[in-house]
């Protein structure tokens, strides 16, 4: 979350303004607001990819009062816009209660005291969602299906024509068609599409229209236990300082266009 505190000494300096000139104000700060939230999503758009639509998800845009106007993003992407340095381990992020903020965290308490829940991986994510390993390892997942008759991205329906609903398939992949072999996991050692699961659910939208929707997933399990063994140690993602950027760049707005117009209005209606 960031404010921007816009100065207005230069307007205020000729002197009574009116009532009108104080409404035109208050409509340019909540432009500017409007446009930075803009400006941030079209950032995002442009250089983001897999984690593209995850970041605008958690960008906001807000009024708390009638003179504040707040762009925020949600803690969930808060690693897009800050980065993780390489060779994080990332046990304590995902072990953290409450971190799913759509949902139930589902973390468990083994009979040894042990922290544990089961992370998702979701494997029919759109093309621009998805890394070129990703991508990879789709194209694997496809071959796989193809040989099983299981369509990638149609629904599957019953004799009577309606989609079916529920667990439909689950099956290991560790070969493609050419024989070329599924990286293996860091953490299980065994192939990254050893354990998929495919679902149908019907899913409500924000207009109460409901639909059913196909799930590809795979599940691993992160404990506490895996701490200091080289498990769940992530990459690192570099630091994208979107909300930095629109900070400077709605200040520059403000000052060299915002401004300008405002006092020539309040001249003209002096």
């Given at each position: ?206 207009k109460g229209n409901t639909s059913v ?58």
């Amino acid at each position: 979350m960031f404010f921007i505190n816009l100065n207005i000494e230069s307007i205020v300096a000729l002197g009574n303004i009116g009532p009108t000139m104080e409404r035109a104000m208050k409509e340019a700060g909540k432009a500017l607001a409007a446009s930075t939230h803009g400006h941030i999503v079209e950032e995002a758009q442009q250089k983001l990819h897999s984690s593209r639509q995850k970041y605008i998800d958690a960008l906001s845009f807000n009024q708390i009062d009638d003179d504040t106007w707040v762009v925020s993003l949600g803690p969930e992407a808060m690693w897009i816009e800050e980065g993780i340095p390489p060779g994080t381990e990332m046990i304590d992020m995902l072990l953290k209660p409450g971190r799913n903020a759509k949902g139930p965290s589902n973390i468990k308490t083994a009979k040894d005291g042990s922290k544990y829940r089961s992370i998702p991986f979701e494997h029919n994510k759109g093309p621009t969602q998805q890394t070129p390993k990703q991508t990879s390892l789709t194209n694997m997942l496809k071959s796989a299906m193809k040989e099983r008759h299981i369509p990638y991205g149609g629904l599957e329906k019953d004799s009577m024509g309606k989609p079916k609903t529920g667990l439909l398939h689950s099956f290991n992949v560790s070969h493609d068609a050419k024989g070329n072999k599924v990286p293996l996991g860091r953490l299980s050692g065994k192939p990254l599409l050893h354990g998929v699961r495919i679902y149908q659910k019907p899913v409500t939208d924000a207009k109460g229209n409901t639909s059913v929707k196909k799930a590809i997933m795979t599940f691993r399990t992160v404990s506490s236990k895996h701490k200091g063994s080289g498990a769940w140690v992530h990459p690192g993602v570099e630091a994208k300082h979107f909300i930095d950027e629109a900070y400077e760049w709605a200040l520059r707005a403000w000052e060299t266009t915002i401004v300008p117009d405002l006092l020539a209005k309040v001249s003209d209606a002096l």
